[in-house]
T-cell receptor, first 112, second 115 residues
């Protein structure tokens, strides 16, 4: 069956370090992958999209990679700040559907 | 520009009661969606609407009905609430169907408790 896996354990890092979050998938052939940020009590907010033919995408301190051979996306936040503390969700979409399927999210905690 | 607005923010129902969750977007988006989010389960799609006048079932549609009233509004109705429907409900919208680069814009959710 199709599965999207994000680490259920919170990632704790020190301010200034690079945070790396993982999104693994099985039995999918995604055409694109999106990353969202969700703060407590709020809805998810879109951050970045990467397509299957793209290996890397950057936006300010954020970087996303997409390896269709490993079936994995990595989400990096460089020079992390306590304000980056949130839950980060990955979402995969196939070519036949514009509706992405979401992973369960990973909580990031940046300590000052 | 408010984005996606959901009402109410909180609701407590007794088993068997009915209610409608309201959602409106002001971004002129074609597609709208209803998700529920439960601890450990992530976001699961209940229903979606690709355009005004059309609705389709998602992953977990049982116990729910929807109405796409017009391009702006998409409501979710629970006819006879059950404790299993205790959840946080999110409405979302996106620019167009068939476009893989259309991110979803979410409201801030309705927290529903069914006792």
């Amino acid at each position: 069956s199709q599965k999207i896996e994000q680490n259920s354990e919170a990632l704790n890092i020190q301010e200034g370090k690079t945070a790396t979050l993982t999104c693994n998938y099985t039995n999918y052939s995604p055409a694109y992958l999106q990353w969202y940020r969700q703060d407590p009590g709020r809805g998810p907010v879109f951050l970045l999209l990467i397509r299957e033919n793209e290996k890397e995408k950057r936006k300010e301190r954020l970087k996303v990679t997409f390896d269709t051979t490993l079936k994995q996306s990595l989400f990096h936040i460089t020079a992390s700040q306590p304000a980056d503390s949130a839950t980060y969700l990955c979402a995969l979409g196939t070519g036949g559907s514009y509706i992405p399927t979401f992973g369960r999210g990973t909580s990031l905690i940046v300590h000052p | 520009n408010a984005g996606v607005t959901q009402t109410p923010k909180f609701q407590v129902l007794k088993t068997g009661q009915s209610m409608t969750l309201q959602c409106a977007q002001d971004m002129n988006h074609n597609s709208m969606y209803w998700y529920r989010q439960d601890p450990g389960m992530g976001l699961r799609l209940i229903y979606y609407s690709a355009s005004e006048g059309t609705t389709d079932k998602g992953e977990v549609p049982n116990g729910y009905n929807v109405s796409r009233l017009n391009k702006r509004e998409f409501s979710l109705r629970l006819e006879s609430a059950a404790p299993s429907q205790t959840s946080v409900y999110f409405c979302a919208s996106s620019a167009a169907t068939g476009q893989t680069n259309s991110p979803l814009h979410f409201g801030n959710g309705t927290r529903l408790t069914v006792t």
